[in-house]
Every structure is written in structure tokens, then in C-alpha cells.
T-cell receptor, first 110, second 110 residues
């Protein structure tokens, strides 16, 4: 069966520090992968999606970037975090038209 | 355009029923329903593909109207475990991107 992993689970970072969040998928090949952010009490905001290695589409211009160095690995990065980057970051993949989510990373920028 | 859900929030007593609606200004290719508990990732509940389709999952069922512009989620004899935020999701036929509805917060009280 397919499994999606995210780490770390929780992260507290100072403003201006770098960020790297990792997402890996097991049990499938060439998945479509997505990064979402959810602010407290809000809906899901699509940040990036990828249909293959090295193929990244950005939805919202901001200080975040994404990379897909391997088929089942999707990384979210930032060179300098802002307070507004705080939130719940979710990685997802698509199977049979449905989105399945990883456990998420809760990021607090202070 | 993001599907609109109603109501935005609802409070129930255990054993009561609820209906959550998801409406779009244009026909949807398919509708997916998710439940997100506080602090957790959304969990897929069910998918509806055809106009007029109805589908059930224990005491939770859903329908998709003939014009495929509205879907409703029915929660019967609600339990405490039903509490959370419910999202509908769909593929935007214009951009081929996945979009979520505005969300409905549901709280079941003992």
C-alpha cells in the first residue's frame, strides 16, 4: 500500500532562518505531488505541485520554493522565513483523482 | 473558482443529523469529501463521479445532483468522533488543478 511521510512533525524557527521540509511517498511511482499550507483555522492553500522529477509549478509567489530531486521525494524550502510562513504544511499525492495527505508539519516562526 | 460550502459552521448534539452542502457555479467533473480533525491532516471520505449518484459510508453518505453543480454530505445520528472541518474538493476543469471548498466546521456535543 501507499504511504506518505513528512518530517519534521513540528518545527520552531526564528524569522530569517532557512527552512527545509521533506515529503516522501512509498508504494507508488511517478506520483503527482503537492504542497499545501493551512493557516490556523483556515482552508488549504496550494503552494506547489509537481508531475515529475524537476517539474515544479508554483501557485503563489512568495519566499518559498520547492524541488523534486527524486521521483518520490518533494522538498519545500525557504532561504529566509517570515512570520507569515507559520502554519500547517501538508504534502499530498493523487491516486485515482483523489488527494491523500501526509501527516503534516506544524511550523511556528518566531 | 472555489466551491462554496454551507453552513460555515454547525453545532450538534450526539444523535442529531446534519447536512453540508458544496456548490459550484459550473458543473464539476467529480466531488470528493474530506474530514479534518483539529491538528491533523484531512482524511478522504468518499468520491462521487456521476450526476445523480449517491454513496454511503456507515452513517455518512453523500449525493451529487443531476447537473453536477452541487453535492451534499449527510451525517446521520452524529457521534462525537464526527467533529472536525469538512471540505469538498474537485478538479478545476479550466486549470486542471485541485481546489477545495470553503470548509464547514462541525462540532458534536455530548
Amino acid at each position: 500500500s501507499q504511504t506518505i511521510h513528512q518530517w519534521p512533525a513540528t518545527l520552531v524557527q526564528p524569522v530569517g532562518s532557512p527552512l527545509s521540509l521533506e515529503c516522501t511517498v512509498e508504494g507508488t511511482s511517478n506520483p503527482n505531488l503537492y504542497w499545501y499550507r493551512q493557516a490556523a483555522g483556515r482552508g488549504l492553500q496550494l503552494l506547489f505541485y509537481s508531475v515529475g522529477i524537476g517539474q515544479i509549478s508554483s501557485e503563489v509567489p512568495q519566499n518559498l520554493s520547492a524541488s523534486r530531486p527524486q521521483d518520490r521525494q518533494f522538498i519545500l524550502s525557504s532561504k529566509k522565513l517570515l512570520l507569515s510562513d507559520s502554519g500547517f504544511y501538508l504534502c499530498a499525492w493523487t491516486a485515482e483523482e483523489t488527494q491523500y495527505f501526509g501527516p503534516g508539519t506544524r511550523l511556528l516562526v518566531l | 473558482q472555489q466551491p462554496v460550502q454551507s453552513p460555515q459552521a454547525v453545532i450538534l448534539r450526539e444523535g442529531e443529523d446534519a447536512v453540508i452542502n458544496c456548490s459550484s457555479s459550473k458543473a464539476l467533473y467529480s466531488v470528493h469529501w474530506y474530514r479534518q480533525k483539529h491538528g491533523e491532516a484531512p482524511v478522504f471520505l468518499m468520491i462521487l463521479l456521476k450526476g445523480g449518484e449517491q454513496k454511503g459510508h456507515e452513517k455518512i453518505s453523500a449525493s451529487f445532483n443531476e447537473k453536477k453543480q452541487q453535492s451534499s454530505l449527510y451525517l446521520t445520528a452524529s457521534q462525537l468522533s464526527y467533529s472536525g472541518t469538512y471540505f469538498c474538493g474537485t478538479w478545476d476543469s479550466g486549470t486542471y488543478k485541485y481546489i477545495f471548498g470553503t470548509g464547514t466546521r462541525l462540532k458534536v456535543l455530548a
